[in-house]
């Protein structure tokens, strides 16, 4: 197979050669990586990585495949995948096609061959940049300049490129409870564990307002992930602040760009972290029972420690900086994590808060 070459150039000036595989052509956005050893399909299908190109820290990407039933949503979001080697040949008993061939599809880039290792010390160095990816181009100065008009994440709304347009219900034959879950970027796997506890689930729209809400009658509400700057969503913080307002028994359960958005609607502020937190390998102490859990984890931004107010208890931490892993609130029914306890593949050390969820529900039905 012929080699194309492609440059990546980062808005410092920073240049890596090497080859393209999948989609040829250009491809822009913030560059973080991932230390995830495996998980490359549903990293890129994650609608959280939206505007950003992911460097795989592990050496050797695609060995596996794709599989019909690990994609986290309907499309690829990520604009490139950065690997040391992209595998042309894979190995799985339930693949069906390659890295290479889903990515020329989904008309997305990919680049191989560069010093990732490199290039991920510079991130940890300097912090996420915004880069192009090119085969069409050869001229640094031309594609840092072009990277340097890419907007930056602080301030941006991105959640309304990957929210649903429609609202849709995945029932669940023997549900207990009926959960409105906010689309801001949500994962299917999150939609499979809310089922698996006998949960009715029905996605709507993020700027869904409170009264269409609560018209619904749901006995839980959950704020999903997504990608952007959780403060830029200004829409979905006021709708979480009058739910909590107009029904203090309603529960609400965060994740990630969720929880941030809890956060923001009690009164905490946010900020953009160095270069994220983006990997299945991340330790988080459980406040409450002093228990570890190895965590995955993918976002950009946090919440600061220093804001949160009375309202908010700090239930877990990051033992790797410190930072805010999880809330709950001290008198309404209402808690939320930083990580991804659905995340699969990955450790399954928190599914236990899908089942804090329903017990949540089932007290505010008595």
Not at 197 to 218: F, I, S, Y
């Amino acid at each position: 197979m012929q080699e194309i070459p492609a440059i990546l150039v980062l808005e410092n000036g920073s240049v890596y050669r090497g080859t393209a595989f999948g989609h040829t052509g250009e491809a822009a956005g913030e560059v973080v990586f991932n230390t995830s050893l495996t998980g490359y399909q549903e990293i890129l299908t994650d609608p959280s990585y939206t505007g950003q190109m992911v460097v795989m820290t592990y050496p050797l990407i695609g060995n596996y495949g794709i599989t019909p039933n690990d994609d986290e949503s309907k499309k690829i979001w990520a604009s490139a995948l950065i690997v040391r080697e992209a595998s042309n040949v894979y190995s799985n008993y339930e693949s069906t096609r390659s890295l290479d061939e889903t990515l020329k599809e989904a008309c997305v880039m990919g680049l191989a061959g560069i010093d990732t290792r490199k290039l991920v010390r510079e991130i940890r160095q300097k912090g996420a940049m915004r880069a192009v990816i090119s085969t069409s181009c050869d001229d640094v100065e031309a594609l840092k300049a072009q990277a340097a008009t890419i907007p930056e994440m602080t301030g941006l709304d991105l959640v309304q490129r990957v929210t649903t347009g429609e609202s849709y219900t995945v029932d669940n034959p023997d549900a207990k409870y009926h959960v409105v879950a906010f689309d801001y970027g949500i994962k299917t796997n999150i939609i499979r564990q809310l089922n698996a506890e006998g949960c009715k689930v029905t996605v709507v729209n993020a700027k869904t307002t409170a009264d269409e809400v609560l018209t619904m009658n749901p006995d839980g509400v959950f704020l999903s992930n997504g990608p952007g700057d959780p403060f830029a969503v200004t829409y979905a913080i006021d709708t979480i602040r009058e739910l909590a307002a107009r029904n203090s028994k309603l529960p609400i359960f965060g994740i990630c760009l969720g929880h941030q958005l809890l956060s923001l609607a009690f009164g905490a502020r946010t900020y953009k972290l160095k270069f994220g937190h983006h990997g299945a390998n991340h330790p988080v102490k459980n406040l409450l029972s002093s228990t570890i859990e190895i965590t995955s984890q993918n976002h950009g931004f946090a919440v600061e420690m220093e804001s949160l107010p009375g309202d908010l208890e700090l239930t877990h931490k990051n033992l790797y900086d410190m930072t805010v892993e999880g809330i709950r609130h001290r008198e309404l029914p209402c808690f939320s994590v930083q990580y991804h306890p659905e995340a699969a593949p990955g450790p399954h050390d928190s599914h236990y808060l899908f089942k804090e969820f329903t017990e949540l529900m089932e007290r505010s039905k008595n």
